[in-house]
């Protein structure tokens, strides 16, 4: 008999509630806790969400005064990946398990992906894996992925596919530096992103996908899925983290540049665009943080920036503790090139009184490295 997994259904999430109760799955699947078989979660936002990677800049990646004008929710994905507007337009999946610990965390997500993709054919749709958390049809994006790992061993898997896509209204409350196309924006997302209403020419909902979705979970991994609702443990974690992380502004503001007197650079690198942003103290460096579509944070890039922290801004220096972080490894570039984008970033940090936030890797649909091909 084909085992069994735990699925569950939701519609309407708020942007804090709907993460928090993806987290709050997660405790039954850490280090000492009994074994038990995965949990599906396939579930709709309210519209509107708007939903930040976990490594990414809150305030450079969407508009908070068109989110407060719209009504449209706030709050900080614990998985990578680009900024997303969330609705009823769009189909949350979620896999809770434990970590595999001989895979990594690309083979995870690729894995994991390949259910969304066998579902999709149900539809007739063709979708492959790109990149390192994108799925796409004929080179268009339908669908994000993301994967966070707890300290207990944990895992989370997140995807957002696109059955439908208000274009205009993504545009109002992210910001995308397509925008500034005016007319041709809407054109230019048309070149880069596609939804299942596109693909099947059939008007659909995040909800009328999940079927099919479901379908595929169930032929990729042999397993059943039996219906079910969270526990009272889990519902009570997931409230208490509502108000502690998805609704904190420690949390929503975790990842972003401090404003005054940063600089920034970009740094280019084979698994996409980078920023690096240092906030200076006369010569010495007060803070740097690298933010990007991370799927999980690198350890020796967060060495990097501790180890950063106090020293002087000089060739010699930053040298030295780039290469004993090993963050160029880690992000597959030369320790040079790492070192002078520090450099660069701590020079206009130097210069500037303050520094408005900039771009750090582009929103789910529209990559920003894209815009360069232009």
């Given at each position: 008999?084909?085992?069994?997994?735990?699925?569950?259904?939701?519609?309407?999430?708020?942007?804090?509630?709907?993460?928090?109760?993806?987290?709050?799955?997660?405790?039954?699947?850490?280090r000492g806790q009994p074994e038990a078989p995965p949990t599906l979660r396939l579930y709709t936002y309210r519209s509107h969400c708007a939903l930040v990677g976990r490594y990414q800049n809150l305030q450079?990646?969407?508009?908070?005064?068109?989110?407060?004008?719209?009504?449209?929710?706030?709050?900080?994905?614990?998985?990578?990946?680009?900024?997303?507007?969330?609705?009823?337009?769009?189909?949350?999946?979620?896999?809770?398990?434990?970590?595999?610990?001989?895979?990594?965390?690309?083979?995870?997500?690729?894995?994991?992906?390949?259910?969304?993709?066998?579902?999709?054919?149900?539809?007739?749709?063709?979708?492959?894996?790109?990149?390192?958390?994108?799925?796409?049809?004929?080179?268009?994006?339908?669908?994000?992925?993301?994967?966070?790992?707890?300290?207990?061993?944990?895992?989370?898997?997140?995807?957002?596919?696109?059955?439908?896509?208000?274009?205009?209204?993504?545009?109002?409350?992210?910001?995308?530096?397509?925008?500034?196309?005016?007319?041709?924006?809407?054109?230019?997302?048309?070149?880069?992103?596609?939804?299942?209403?596109?693909?099947?020419?059939?008007?659909?909902?995040?909800?009328?996908?999940?079927?099919?979705?479901?379908?595929?979970?169930?032929?990729?991994?042999?397993?059943?899925?039996?219906?079910?609702?969270?526990?009272?443990?889990?519902?009570?974690?997931?409230?208490?983290?509502?108000?502690?992380?998805?609704?904190?502004?420690?949390?929503?503001?975790?990842?972003?540049?401090?404003?005054?007197?940063?600089?920034?650079?970009?740094?280019?690198?084979?698994?996409?665009?980078?920023?690096?942003?240092?906030?200076?103290?006369?010569?010495?460096?007060?803070?740097?943080?690298?933010?990007?579509?991370?799927?999980?944070?690198?350890?020796?890039?967060?060495?990097?920036?501790?180890?950063?922290?106090?020293?002087?801004?000089?060739?010699?220096?930053?040298?030295?503790?780039?290469?004993?972080?090993?963050?160029?490894?880690?992000?597959?570039?030369?320790?040079?090139?790492?070192?002078?984008?520090?450099?660069?970033?701590?020079?206009?940090?130097?210069?500037?009184?303050?520094?408005?936030?900039?771009?750090?890797?582009?929103?789910?649909?529209?990559?920003?490295?894209?815009?360069?091909?232009?």
């Open positions: 008999m084909a085992e069994a997994w735990r699925l569950i259904q939701d519609e309407g999430a708020g942007a804090a509630e709907g993460l928090a109760l993806d987290e709050a799955l997660m405790g039954a699947y850490g450079a990646e969407v508009d908070l005064e068109a989110c407060s004008r719209t009504g449209t929710e706030v709050s900080r994905r614990p998985t990578g990946g680009g900024a997303i507007v969330m609705g009823a337009g769009q189909l949350g999946v979620a896999l809770i398990d434990k970590a595999p610990v001989d895979k990594r965390p690309r083979e995870i997500i690729e894995e994991s992906s390949a259910a969304i993709v066998a579902g999709l054919a149900e539809l007739g749709i063709t979708a492959t894996f790109r990149g390192k958390n994108d799925l796409e049809v004929a080179g268009r994006k339908i669908a994000g992925l993301g994967l966070y790992v707890d300290d207990a061993g944990a895992m989370l898997f997140h995807a957002s596919i696109l059955a439908d896509l208000d274009v205009d209204f993504m545009l109002e409350v992210l910001r995308i530096p397509v925008a500034k196309l005016a007319d041709k924006a809407a054109a230019a997302v048309g070149e880069r992103v596609t939804t299942v209403t596109r693909e099947t020419g059939q008007p659909h909902v995040g909800a009328a996908v999940r079927d099919v979705i479901a379908i595929g979970f169930a032929k990729t991994f042999g397993v059943q899925l039996s219906p079910a609702a969270p526990d009272r443990t889990e519902l009570l974690r997931a409230a208490a983290l509502v108000g502690d992380r998805y609704r904190a502004d420690a949390w929503l503001n975790e990842r972003s540049a401090i404003p005054d007197g940063s600089g920034s650079a970009v740094l280019k690198t084979p698994s996409g665009l980078l920023r690096m942003y240092v906030s200076t103290h006369g010569d010495l460096v007060k803070s740097a943080v690298i933010v990007g579509d991370f799927s999980i944070l690198p350890r020796a890039v967060g060495r990097l920036e501790s180890e950063l922290r106090w020293k002087r801004l000089d060739t010699g220096t930053v040298a030295k503790i780039v290469a004993a972080s090993g963050a160029d490894r880690a992000l597959s570039v030369s320790a040079d090139l790492l070192t002078q984008t520090v450099l660069t970033a701590g020079r206009k940090a130097s210069m500037l009184a303050a520094a408005a936030p900039v771009r750090s890797a582009g929103s789910c649909y529209f990559p920003e490295q894209s815009l360069e091909r232009m």
